[in-house]
């Protein structure tokens, strides 16, 4: 089966750096998304990760560690529009156009 | 491009009536999703279609949910009778057939909120 966690609020300043924790344990795994939220609209994909590391997408940036089921989003320069929320998302490697979805990130942002 | 178009946005029924949700996915995307999210709560998803044919739908509620993708384009998702603990907003997805490894994202739809009373 699967398991994937997140903290479920944070709240940060306009301007600050953050950072969206995300682990997974999955009996395979075939890749991990970042899905943004806002308060009454669909998901809207951010990023997707399969690799180990870094993937840089200007302001934002997602990271993997297979080895550790463990992934995070960081989210910099931060923007009163950049409050939402965050989904973290895995593919079962038995289902590769499977989307499972964590309990998602609120993230409000302060000025 | 054409996103994917849900109807309605917004449903109001009473408890034990029964409600049609409808979706039609990007132009050429094999693969559609219908997920429930609870307010607060992330997507879970209830069925996925690829074409036609039915590749998971071992969360949806089988005593009252159904659902049909009949030509392999457009779906509807039905609820009958409905209860109050289905209150939530149904989103519909799609996405190209994945290639494994590389996987694509799915697109989502507006999502039709729905309150049970």
């Known amino acids: 089966g699967q398991n994937i966690d997140q903290p479920t609020e944070m709240t940060a300043t306009e301007g600050a750096i953050v950072q969206i924790n995300c682990t997974y344990q999955?009996?395979?795994?075939?890749?991990l998304f970042w899905y943004q939220q806002h308060a009454g609209e669909a998901p809207t994909f951010l990023s997707y990760?399969?690799?180990?590391g870094l993937e840089e997408k200007g302001r934002f940036s997602s990271f993997l560690s297979r080895s550790k089921g463990y992934s995070y989003l960081l989210l910099k320069e931060l923007q009163m529009k950049d409050s939402a929320s965050y989904l973290c998302?895995?593919?079962?490697?038995?289902?590769?156009?499977?989307?499972?979805f964590g309990t998602g990130t609120r993230l409000q942002v302060f000025p | 491009e054409a996103g994917v178009a849900q109807s309605p946005r917004y449903k109001i029924i009473e408890k034990r009536q029964s409600v049609a949700f409808w979706c039609n996915p990007i132009?050429?995307?094999?693969?559609l999703y219908w997920y429930q999210q609870i307010l607060g709560q992330g997507p879970k998803l209830l069925i996925q279609?690829?074409?036609?044919?039915?590749?998971?739908d071992s969360q949806l509620p089988k005593d009252r949910f159904s659902a049909e993708r009949l030509k392999g384009v457009d779906s509807t998702l039905k609820i009958q009778p409905a209860k109050l603990e289905d209150s939530a907003v149904y989103l519909c997805?799609?996405?190209?057939?994945?290639?494994?490894?590389?996987?694509?994202?799915?697109?989502f739809g507006q999502g039709t909120r729905l309150t049970v009373v």
């Open positions: 997805a799609s996405s190209p057939m994945g290639t494994g490894f590389f996987s694509t994202e799915a697109f």
């Open positions: 999955t009996s395979g795994f075939n890749g």
């Open positions: 990760n399969v690799l180990d």
């Open positions: 998302a895995v593919r079962p490697i038995y289902n590769t156009d499977k989307l499972i």
């Open positions: 132009s050429g995307h094999a693969t």
């Open positions: 279609f690829q074409n036609n044919g039915v590749v998971d």
